[in-house]
């Protein structure tokens, strides 16, 4: 096999022959395979062979074949796909796939359209399953002179392919393109430490971050290092309630914007730390992850948590499961709890049950909540 990235040539015998005019049979032959083109072949886009494009049913397509899995985890098979290249169209296909001569083959219904898989702006119907331990050993059957012939014939009521042979890699002029790798690098920087210029101080614990990406993703970070609140980049505080696990977590969000609560509890944690650093992400996050655990035992405190963070999508959610199961969340001591410190939830809770719709939330009034020093009052209450 030629290194990856070299310009290597592929041998490829394409027809387009009609039949009738809602039948159209297309073949690609692909030759100078060996048993070391399966086994040997890079997956994904770099070890990917694709045929030209051709024209049938009104629509594009395009025949690709990986010789040994599209991905890491589908090597040691050969996968076939045929994939519909024209954008905002449809079509569902029935594809049987062959590969050997009619007395000694391999059959199998590997076409699926149950659920078609997005290829460019089209999609693209194959299988990963026509393994190298039963196609190699018989190569001379199903790859006779090494040669793969895929004929597909596209019909207006089904489409059948046939597979009939195949031997080493052709090679193709396909220059690696890595996958992208800035998350994970930002999460190998938040872990290392290396180049950081701040330290955020949770208790006795303090936590080394680099300022350029804090101010980028949190305005009250940016605040603390570069604003009005700016202090000592050595010493940056942490309010109480957000504990050295909750505060890791919450930089992995700052850094990678990826995450995902372990528990209905770690959420009701990360929601705070998201009302605080002015997080809208892992804010949504987390009132998704509430709002699917919401129960007759939780909803009146996750509806009290909603208020107090200002989640209006939790709220909300909230507001309509209490609706629809008032009977016996006002029969938990939540709701109790609730009654007594909040009688405006209560109410909002009432209107919901009666019009099937949680109220229209109040505009703001508070003069500190508008302006462009609006964020920064917002930011010392949070710190007081």
């Not at 399953?129 to 199903?142: A, E, G, W």
């Not at 080493?168 to 393109?177: D, F, K, N, T």
């Amino acid at each position: 096999m030629a290194a990856a990235g070299t310009k290597r040539k592929l041998d490829i015998a394409a027809t387009t022959r009609f039949k009738e005019a809602e039948e159209v049979c297309f073949t690609w032959r692909l030759e100078g395979l060996t048993a070391d083109s399966f086994t040997g072949a890079a997956n994904g886009a770099v070890g990917r062979l694709l045929s030209p494009e051709f024209s049938a049913l009104g629509k594009e397509w395009r025949l690709q074949a990986y010789l040994n899995g599209e991905t890491a985890e589908d090597a040691g098979h050969l996968s076939v796909y045929l994939a519909l290249r024209t954008p905002n169209t449809t079509i569902t296909p029935y594809v049987p796939l062959s590969i050997g001569d009619v007395k000694d083959s391999l059959t199998a219904n590997v076409f699926s359209t149950a659920q078609p898989k997005p290829e460019g702006s089209g999609k693209a119907w194959g299988s990963q399953f026509l393994s190298h331990k039963k196609l190699l050993p018989k190569r001379d059957v199903y790859f006779p002179g090494g040669v793969m012939t895929v004929t597909a014939t596209l019909k207006s009521t089904q489409l059948v392919v046939a597979v009939q042979g195949v031997a080493q890699a052709a090679e193709a002029s396909v220059l690696p393109i890595p996958p992208p790798s800035a998350l994970s690098d930002l999460a190998s920087l938040l872990a290392s430490g290396e180049g950081a210029d701040v330290t955020l101080r949770c208790g006795a614990v303090h936590i080394s971050a680099h300022s350029p990406i804090l101010c980028a993703r949190s305005p009250v970070l940016k605040a603390h290092l570069i604003g009005p609140l700016a202090c000592s980049l050595d010493n940056v505080p942490v309010p109480p309630e957000i504990d050295e696990h909750t505060l890791r977590r919450t930089l992995t969000v700052i850094y990678t914007d990826e995450l995902v609560p372990e528990s209905a509890e770690e959420a009701q944690h990360l929601l705070n730390a998201a009302d605080h650093y002015g997080l809208p992400r892992l804010r949504a996050i987390c009132e998704n992850t509430l709002a699917e655990s919401l129960s007759v035992d939780n909803a009146a405190f996750t509806l009290t948590l909603a208020e107090q963070h200002g989640a209006a999508a939790l709220k909300d959610a909230a507001l309509r499961f209490v609706a629809s199961n008032a009977v016996p969340v006002m029969a938990t001591e939540g709701w109790r709890h609730l009654k007594a410190a909040s009688p405006a939830l209560v109410d909002a809770a009432m209107i919901t049950a009666v019009t099937s719709a949680p109220p229209a939330p109040v505009p703001p009034t508070d003069p500190d909540t508008e302006g462009a020093d609006g964020e920064a009052r917002r930011v010392r209450r949070r710190t007081k």
